[in-house]
C-alpha cells in the first residue's frame, strides 16, 4: 500500500537513491551487488529490468534471498525509503517526482522500450547529487542516455566490466559515452556506495559541522581556479559558485576526501585531476532536437523572416556557442535544409559551432554517433540524414559541410560577426550575471539588423531587454532591437593575454574629454612647459588626444589629410624606437624606454630619451603617457641650441666618429626593429593559419576521409 507522503517526518528518506539497470544476464550480477550492501544502507535501490510484459514477476521473492533489505515490487505512489529495494513490474514504466514512484502502462504497440533511460532521466532530475545510476549485464543500450542526465544533474555513475558481463552490450554502450565515473564488478559497486553514503557531502543535517569543511574559502577557490586554468587554459572566474562547488564536491565524494584542504593539494600533486574537474564542469547533456518545441518556433517565426525572401548566393549565417558534441547544430542543420527545400542549393548556409572542449569539438566534426545519441530523430530524418557505419549512424556529407565547428571560450575569444541568428541555450545558465551582461552585448554586436537570438528553457535576456525584442516569450526567441553599442574591438581580445581576469565592459557611447579653460589650464600649462619634459597622451589607438608642453621638436603633421595617430606625426630617427615601445608598453602593462636617440629637426640634431608608460583606469580603454626628454638634461626641455661655426679640423675626425656611431646605433635599432616586426608577422601568420585551420576543418576531414 502506498505510504503517506505527508506522514512522520522521514527518518527513513534516504540519502541516496540507486536505479540499477539491467538487462539479460543482469539478474546475477544485481544479487551479487545485492550481498554486498547491509541491510540498514542508507539508500533505496530501484532495479529496473527489461522484463517480459505478459508474464508476472517473482523476482521480489527472488531477491530476497540475496539481501537482508526490504525487496517488494513497486506500487503506484510508493515514498522511497532507505533500506528498500524496488522492482519494476512487468508490463509498466516507472520514474521518480518528490521522492515518490510512479508508474505508466507500457505501450506494447511500441517497438522501442527504454525503462532505463526513462527512470535515469526522472532520477537525475528529481534527486540531482543525491541521485546514482548503475548499469550491468544487458542487450542493446538502455541506460547510456540517462547515465549522462545522472552525472549533469551532480550524481555518480557506474557500470559493469565489459568482459565480467553476460551480454556486454549495454555496459560498453554506457562506457561509450565517458560518463560512467567507475566501472567496477557488482561486488565493488556495493562497497562503493557504502563508501559514498558515509561522505559529510551527502551527510544528512546532524553531521552539518563536518560538512561545512568541504566548501572552498575564498583564497582555496581561487587557487583551484588557477590550476583549472592551467591545465585547461579555461577561466572559470565568472562561472556560477554554486555550479563549480556542486561539481567540486561531487569530486570529493568520489575520492573519499572530507576536507577542500586536502583536494586542494591533490589537484596541486595531480594536473590531470584539474583536467578532470575541468570537463565535469563542462558537461552539458544535449540531444538532437532537444525540446522539440522549441524548434518548431524556429521554423515558424524565424526562418520564414531569414530564408524566405533571401536573394540567391547570399549566405545564412548563424552561430551555436556552447555546440557540446554537436547535436545541436545538425539538428539546426537539418531543419534548414527541410525548410530551404528546392532553394537549398541556392543558399549558402554556414552554422559556426563553438565550444570550449576541444573533446567536444573533435567529436562534432566526426559526427559519428552510437544509437542511443540518434533515439529522438525521426525515422524519416534518421533515413535522409544519416548512414550506418560500423553499428553507428554518421550524419550525411550534405549536413556537415553547412557546420564549421571551433574551439571558442566565450569568456575570452571575440564573438562571430554578420550574424542572422544566435542559438545559445543552455549555457548561460552557468555563468554570473557580470559575464552574461558582457554576452548579451557580443550578441547583440555579432547580429545583423533582422537577426534573432534563441537561449535556453530556463533563461531570458533579464536585464538587457532594452538590446533585444521578444518574439516567442515561451522559447525564449528574441529579435534585435537598433539599439547603438559601443564598438567591442579590443574587450575580448585583451582577455588573451596571460590570465589576466578581463573585466566586463561597460555599454556606453565614446566619451570626449576636452579640456577646461580658465586659470587653472593656464597655470598647468607654465608648470608643464618649465619643468615638465614634452610629451603626449594617446589612446588605444595611438591617437593623440592631448598634447602636453613644446612637442614641435619630435612631431609635425602628416601631409595630407588631418591625422593624429602619432606614428604618422612622429619625427625621422624616432619612429622605429617609439613603435617598439609602444608595443611593448602594450604587452607588458609596464613603463618601456628607449635611450640614446637623435632626432633632427630643421638641420638641428639631439640626443633624447623617450618613455611610453600605459595608464589604466577602470571602465576606461587604455591609455599612453609618451614623454620626450632630453638626453643631457632630463628635466629640461629647452629649445635648441643656436648653430655654432665649425670645429677646427682637429676634431672634425671625433665629430665624424660620433655620426658614425650614431648612425651604427640607428641601423641596429632598426635591426632589432625589423626582426621583432618580422617575429610578430610570423606569429600572427601562425594564428591566421590556426584560425583558418580552424573554421576550415570540417572540409579538410572531409577531404581527408574515403566516402
Not at 546514482?132 to 545522472?150: F, P, T
Not at 568482459?163 to 562497497?191: K, N, S
Not at 581556479?225 to 572559470?236: E, K
Request: with cysteine; proline share 7%; hydrophobic share 40%.
Amino acid at each position: 500500500m502506498p505510504n503517506d507522503p505527508d506522514s512522520s517526518a522521514h527518518d527513513d528518506r534516504p540519502q541516496l537513491i540507486v536505479g540499477v539497470g539491467a538487462s539479460a544476464g543482469g539478474l546475477e550480477a544485481f544479487q551479487r551487488l545485492l550481498e554486498q550492501l547491509p541491510a540498514d544502507a542508507p539508500l533505496s535501490v530501484v532495479f529496473v529490468l527489461h522484463l517480459l510484459p505478459t508474464h508476472k514477476s517473482m523476482l521480489s521473492e527472488l531477491l530476497a534471498k540475496s539481501t537482508g533489505m526490504r525487496v517488494s515490487q513497486a506500487e503506484n505512489g510508493d515514498r522511497l525509503a532507505a533500506g528498500h529495494v524496488y522492482i519494476i513490474p512487468p508490463d509498466a514504466y516507472i520514474e521518480v517526482h518528490d521522492g515518490q514512484l510512479h508508474l505508466a502502462p507500457r505501450r506494447l504497440e511500441s517497438s522501442s522500450f527504454l525503462p532505463i533511460d526513462r527512470f535515469f532521466i526522472s532520477l537525475a532530475n528529481d534527486a540531482g547529487e543525491r541521485s546514482v545510476g548503475v548499469v550491468l549485464s544487458g542487450m542493446g543500450s538502455d541506460g547510456a542516455i540517462g547515465l549522462r542526465q545522472i552525472k549533469e544533474a551532480g550524481g555518480v555513475t557506474f557500470c559493469q566490466p565489459p568482459e565480467q558481463a553476460e551480454r556486454d552490450d549495454m555496459p560498453r554502450a554506457a562506457m561509450a559515452t565517458g560518463d560512467a565515473d567507475f566501472v567496477l564488478p557488482p561486488a565493488e559497486i556495493a562497497r562503493a556506495l557504502v563508501d559514498l553514503t558515509r561522505h559529510p557531502y551527502l551527510a544528512p543535517a546532524a553531521q552539518v559541522e563536518e560538512a561545512l569543511h568541504l566548501r572552498p574559502n575564498e583564497e582555496q577557490f581561487q587557487r583551484i581556479f588557477a590550476l583549472m586554468r592551467t591545465a585547461s587554459g579555461v577561466d572559470f572566474s565568472h562561472y556560477k559558485r554554486p555550479t563549480i562547488e556542486r561539481r567540486l564536491l561531487r569530486r570529493m565524494a568520489l575520492h573519499k576526501i572530507a576536507n577542500a584542504a586536502e583536494y586542494l593539494h591533490m589537484l596541486e600533486e595531480r594536473p590531470q585531476e584539474a583536467l578532470q574537474l575541468y570537463r565535469d564542469v563542462l558537461i552539458h547533456v544535449t540531444f538532437f532536437f532537444r525540446e522539440p518545441e522549441s524548434f518548431a518556433a524556429l521554423t515558424e517565426k524565424a526562418l520564414p523572416v531569414l530564408c524566405d525572401e533571401r536573394r540567391s548566393g547570399e549566405a545564412l549565417r548563424i552561430w551555436i556557442p556552447g555546440c557540446s558534441s554537436g547535436e545541436e547544430p545538425y539538428s539546426v542543420a537539418m531543419l534548414l535544409l527541410e525548410h530551404l527545400a528546392d532553394k537549398a542549393d541556392e543558399i549558402p548556409v554556414q552554422i559556426f559551432a563553438t565550444d570550449v572542449s576541444e573533446t567536444a569539438i573533435e567529436a562534432a566534426r566526426a559526427g559519428l554517433y552510437a544509437e542511443p545519441a540518434v533515439r529522438p530523430i525521426a525515422p524519416e530524418r534518421l533515413r535522409r540524414f544519416f548512414s550506418q557505419v560500423d553499428g553507428k549512424y554518421r550524419v550525411s556529407k550534405k549536413v556537415r559541410e553547412m557546420c564549421i565547428f571551433a574551439r571558442h571560450d566565450l569568456t575570452r575569444d571575440p564573438p562571430f560577426s554578420r550574424l542572422d541568428m544566435v542559438i545559445c541555450r543552455n549555457v548561460l545558465i552557468y555563468l554570473d550575471q557580470a559575464l552574461q551582461k558582457r554576452l548579451f552585448s557580443a550578441f547583440h554586436y555579432a547580429l545583423k539588423p533582422n537577426g534573432f537570438l534563441m537561449l535556453g528553457a530556463a533563461e531570458s535576456v533579464g536585464l538587457q531587454r532594452d538590446l533585444f525584442s521578444v518574439v516567442d516569450k515561451k522559447h525564449r526567441l528574441y529579435s534585435k532591437r537598433p539599439v547603438y553599442l559601443e564598438p567591442l574591438d579590443l574587450m575580448f581580445a585583451e582577455g588573451r593575454h596571460g590570465d589576466r581576469t578581463v573585466a566586463p565592459p561597460a555599454v556606453k557611447p565614446v566619451r570626449e574629454h576636452p579640456l577646461r579653460k580658465g586659470v587653472q589650464q593656464e597655470v598647468n600649462q607654465l608648470l608643464l612647459a618649465k619643468y615638465s619634459p614634452p610629451g603626449v597622451l594617446v589612446n588605444d589607438r595611438f591617437e593623440i588626444i592631448q598634447f602636453r608642453g613644446q612637442t614641435g621638436f619630435f612631431l609635425e603633421p602628416a601631409p595630407g589629410e588631418v591625422n593624429l595617430n602619432v606614428l604618422k606625426m612622429v619625427r625621422a630617427g624616432l619612429l622605429h624606437d617609439l613603435q617598439q615601445a609602444l608595443v611593448e608598453a602594450r604587452e607588458s602593462q609596464t613603463a618601456a624606454r628607449k635611450e640614446g636617440l637623435r632626432v633632427d629637426f630643421n638641420g638641428h640634431g639631439r640626443d633624447i630619451d623617450l618613455e611610453v608608460t600605459p595608464i589604466a583606469m577602470p571602465d576606461e580603454p587604455m591609455h599612453y603617457l609618451i614623454l620626450f626628454e632630453n638626453a643631457a638634461h632630463r628635466a629640461s626641455a629647452a629649445p635648441p641650441p643656436p648653430p655654432v661655426e665649425a670645429p677646427p679640423t682637429g676634431s672634425s675626425l671625433a665629430e665624424v666618429e660620433r655620426d658614425l656611431d650614431h648612425t651604427r646605433r640607428e641601423l641596429e635599432t632598426t635591426r632589432r626593429y625589423l626582426q621583432s616586426a618580422i617575429q610578430d608577422l610570423e606569429i600572427t601568420n601562425e594564428e591566421l593559419q590556426s584560425a583558418n585551420e580552424e573554421v576550415l576543418s570540417s572540409n579538410e576531414e572531409l577531404q581527408s576521409t574515403n566516402e
